[in-house]
């Protein structure tokens, strides 16, 4: 079994474009997959009232031309490039930015059905986060490409006993959005057969904004890395269960 981990860096960057190119390195050099995004106008998407944190999320929002410069970032050091876009404006800069693949769909848009439709659209391949779905059953969305979902709880962050990885079906669910801290809930997923790991990805849990405490560092990724790695070797040699 082949695991993919996707280093959330979402709006960890806080706006700065070199924080943001330090992070696509770290991650890359800790052996994630993927270095991942999020794409969004601020005023549209986060309420104003209520919000102390709006001013850091307007900080934090993506020009077009950052979309691109991070793409390229992503490029050059050869790392794959994705994004969570949250309106069809910028559905459209992400999906003509050459050698995306995929895109994301995050907990918070699984009722957006305007937006799930035009990504689909796209016939490219989806990963669609589940924290905020109300139903027992999966989704049913038909597509072109291929659908994975994740299993996620949309707390920031996740105490462990408020999870079900041990009753979660990871031949229905491709993999685990991770909100919690530490790497424990993580590589329990990974043993329990989820082949997508997400986890949000800082240089440091103390920097200012809302999902640097809950996410993974450097230091973090590459252990898990290490222990997927380690855990792909045993799978490879574990041989079918046969009744004797």
Known sequence: MSVEIIAEIGQNHNGDMAVAKDLIAAAKEAGADVAKFQVFDAHALFPQVGNEWFDYNCKAELSR?????????CNRLGIEFMASVFDQERL???DEIAGVCRHKIASRSIQDMALIDAIIRTGKSVIISLGMWDRVELPDFVSTGSIDYLYCISDYPTALENLQIQIIDFN???????????????????????????????????????????SMTPEDLKSLVEF???????????????DK
């Open 228 to 242: 997927k790695d380690d855990f792909e070797k045993i799978g490879r040699n574990i041989a079918p269960f046969r």
């Open 65 to 73: 031309d950052q979309v691109e410069l991070l793409a390229d970032e």
């Open 172 to 214: 229905e669910y491709s993999g685990f959005s991770d909100h919690t801290i530490g790497l424990t809930a993580a590589k329990t997923a990974i043993v329990r057969g989820a082949r997508l790991i997400e986890k949000h990805f800082t240089l440091d849990v103390d920097m200012y904004g809302p999902d640097h405490r809950g």
């Open 92 to 94: 459209g800069w992400v």
